[in-house]
Nanobody, 115 residues
Framework: VQLVESGGGSVQPGGSLKLSCAAA????????MSWYRQTPGKERELVAT????????NYADSMKGRSSISRDNAKNTVYLEMNSLKPEDTAVYYC?????????WGQGTQVTVSL
């Protein structure tokens, strides 16, 4: 099983980034996919979730209106597009696949928002 995140980097406040998470080794289409983020000393927090067929999405209040989660089941990939980024969005962003009691995690990709 692999979840490989990419697309992180450094951006100025107000900028945008699009994260990708490529999945392999499991039946991607059957899993709810989510993005989480974590900063040092804090618990990992949910950013956005998309159901298995991409019909329902949910966002953390802090990211509503500034982000969009999507998935391409043909490419086994989930995306997180973030706009109007703020310094407080700085974190390691993780991809998560969940189905019933099974959870898979990626290794994370760093997003840094600063001048």
């Amino acid at each position: 099983v692999q979840l490989v995140e990419s697309g992180g980097g450094s951006v100025q406040p107000g900028g945008s980034l699009k994260l990708s998470c490529a999945a392999a080794g499991f039946s991607f289409v059957g899993y709810v996919m989510s993005w989480y983020r974590q900063t040092p000393g804090k618990e990992r927090e949910l950013v956005a979730t998309i159901d298995s067929i991409g019909s329902t999405t949910n966002y953390a209040d802090s990211m509503k209106g500034r982000s969009s989660i999507s998935r391409d089941n043909a490419k086994n990939t989930v995306y997180l597009e973030m706009n109007s980024l703020k310094p407080e969005d700085t974190a390691v962003y993780y991809c998560n696949a969940r189905r019933y009691g099974t959870n898979f995690w990626g290794q994370g990709t760093q997003v840094t928002v600063s001048l």
